[in-house]
């Protein structure tokens, strides 16, 4: 049977490493790299047997799970967030897969987000595909500054089963985590160098988008919350770029 290594970065996610951890237990290998932690998120992570790295936090987000990756061992690797759950029925399918990949390098997956603790249908919420298991060696992330996407060396599969998605533990957690988001948005902005007009019309066809393209209202009053936090996180990287905000942080 190949053997499997899961693959995650973490940055003060004491609150959900229990779950995601607990839920790759039965892969061969976990590399987790703690990004400038400041809770409890090392202590946490040594309870598993992790091969435990620490590496500063980055805005780069691919550059610290392209090196999660490289200290992978095994035939197989898995990328898991710190926020995320392997489903009993996902590992049984990943487990089927590796006996017999039929040529392919790659596996891509649905991802069910869970916001406000809700599951959402609608809004492009479900099924956010994301392609995360693959052979080692045959994937690498692009330097993307925003939505880092695995460029693969051959074919994907498509699995069935769900990877379960916990964005935001608490309040604490939403408000830090949008303010990352918004710092990375911002940076993509004066990367790509946006126009003025196109900026401000960003946050609403976002809006637009998710909530009535997407059929984001079928998710009723959840589906219109989380497509207002969207905006108003699109909104607040916009005026910032605008009011000449940057990162400095690589």
């Not at 809770?39 to 946490?44: A, I, P, R």
């Not at 897969?97 to 991802?111: E, I, V």
């Not at 994301?130 to 996407?149: D, I, K, T, W």
């Not at 379960?164 to 988001?181: C, G, M, N, T, V």
């Amino acid at each position: 049977m190949p053997t499997l290594s899961v693959a995650m970065i973490a940055n003060n996610e004491e609150k959900n490493l229990r779950r995601s951890l607990g839920s790759a237990g039965w892969a061969d290998e976990i590399v987790f790299v703690d990004c400038g932690s400041s809770d409890g998120t090392e202590l946490t992570a040594r309870e598993f047997p992790v091969k435990y790295f620490a590496r500063p936090n980055s805005l780069a987000v691919y550059v610290n799970k392209q090196f999660a990756i490289d200290q992978c061992t095994s035939d197989w690797i898995l990328i898991l967030d710190a926020d995320e759950e392997i489903t009993p029925a996902l590992r049984a399918e990943i487990s089927a897969f590796l006996a017999a990949p039929g040529g392919a390098a790659a596996a891509s997956m649905p991802r069910r987000n869970f916001y406000f603790g809700r599951w959402l249908r609608y809004g492009g919420k479900y099924p956010d595909t994301q392609l995360r298991l693959f052979r080692r060696g045959s994937a690498r992330f692009l330097p993307l500054p925003v939505h880092e996407r695995l460029e693969v060396n051959g074919a994907a599969a498509a699995l069935k089963e769900p990877l379960l998605h916990y964005p935001y533990s608490d309040e604490e957690d939403r408000r830090r985590k949008l303010a990352f988001y918004t710092e990375i948005l911002t940076r993509s902005y004066a990367l790509k160098g946006r126009w003025r007009a196109l900026i401000l019309l960003r946050p609403f066809t976002r809006f637009l988008s998710a909530y009535v393209l997407k059929l984001g209202f079928l998710d009723g009053a959840v589906g219109l919350r989380t497509a207002l936090m969207d905006f108003t996180t699109v909104l607040a990287s916009a005026l910032r770029y605008l009011r000449g905000g940057r990162s400095g942080q690589a």
